[in-house]
């Protein structure tokens, strides 16, 4: 598995490796962890483990997407797995993650209870993965508050210093919910709300309550472990007929929030009543929260 950070970052690289142990407990296979970060590097590392026999290359993040699909055909006996990203061929296909339905329900809480009517997303890359997530939770907010307004700022690097430059920027500028959505940066980000009384946190791809608890309200968390095991147990026992791409949402529990429950018992009930209820419409279909293949439809 290719990670695009430390593994102890915390968030989202160290939920990848995590997900590594789990295949090891569960099936007992080998299982090599590698950091790489730029799509030359990604590349290089997948051919490597391709060469070598690895059965399985698993990208963690779409970043890897492009960079598998040039060598993914030079490699027919090995699959070729990202968590995001668009690309389905013989040997490979995505996980998608789909965060979007719960930071739409954290836009919903945000909408409701922003006393500024401005809230931010910090992103660490401008690619679908990332834009989906912000785009859900804007919709959460624009439902229950059309006049909102959300600010979007996407950082060069997941650099926790430049995350917490812009997201002082970003509370300067009156908001008063900060989505920190990049990586190991989001640990700028959560500093630099803990620093301004009123303003709330929402973690991102991980319970980040205690790294600040005063601040972060509520949480999106991913069940990576599940998603990757599924698609392990897919391979490895041949069942796969016709790759496609395979969801990991509110409704097959692989998806959810996790509330800083201090804060939680501090708030209205109707907002906590709202997002449960918007958790609920989501598993219903009565929400379609638009994930990464459905962006250009969205205003």
Request: glycine share 10%; proline share 5%; aromatic share 8%.
């Given at each position: ?24 407990e ?31 290359v698993y ?15 030079d ?59 912000t ?36 509370i ?12 190991e ?16 946190a ?38 796969i ?59």
């Open positions: 598995m290719l990670i695009p950070g430390s593994p102890t970052d915390g968030g989202f690289s160290q939920q990848g490796a995590e997900a590594c142990k789990a295949i090891e569960t099936y007992g296979y080998e299982v090599s962890l590698v950091e790489a970060a730029t799509a030359d590097s990604i590349k290089q590392e997948a051919e490597n483990m391709a060469a070598e026999g690895y059965k399985i990208g963690h993040g779409g970043q890897c997407t492009s960079p598998f699909a040039e060598i993914s055909p490699y027919p006996d090995t699959w070729f797995i990202t968590l995001g990203g668009n690309v389905v061929t013989e040997n490979q296909f995505p996980v998608c993650f789909c965060g979007e339905e719960g930071f739409y329900v954290t836009g919903v809480i945000a909408g409701m209870m922003s006393k500024t009517g401005k809230i931010a997303a910090t992103l660490g890359g401008d690619y679908p993965a990332y834009t989906k997530a785009t859900g939770f804007r919709l959460g907010a624009e439902s229950v508050n059309p006049d909102v307004e959300c600010s979007v700022a996407v950082l060069s690097a997941p650099d926790p210093n430049e995350a917490y430059e812009t997201t002082l920027n970003q300067n500028m009156g908001a008063d919910f900060i989505l920190g959505n990049c990586n940066g989001q640990i700028g980000a959560l500093k630099a709300v803990s620093e301004n009384p009123g303003v709330y929402i973690g991102s791809l991980g319970d980040f309550t205690d790294q600040a608890p005063e601040s972060v309200l509520v949480n999106v968390v991913g069940d990576f472990n599940r998603g990757y095991l599924e698609a392990t147990e897919a391979v490895m026992s041949g069942s007929e016709e790759p496609e791409i395979m969801f990991l949402t509110f409704a097959n529990e692989c998806v959810s929030l996790v509330w800083n429950e201090e804060l939680k018992a501090q708030i209205p009930q109707e907002v906590v009543d709202a997002a449960e209820q918007a958790v609920q419409d989501i598993i219903d279909g009565k929400i379609d929260v638009p994930n990464e293949y459905e962006l250009d439809t969205v205003e």
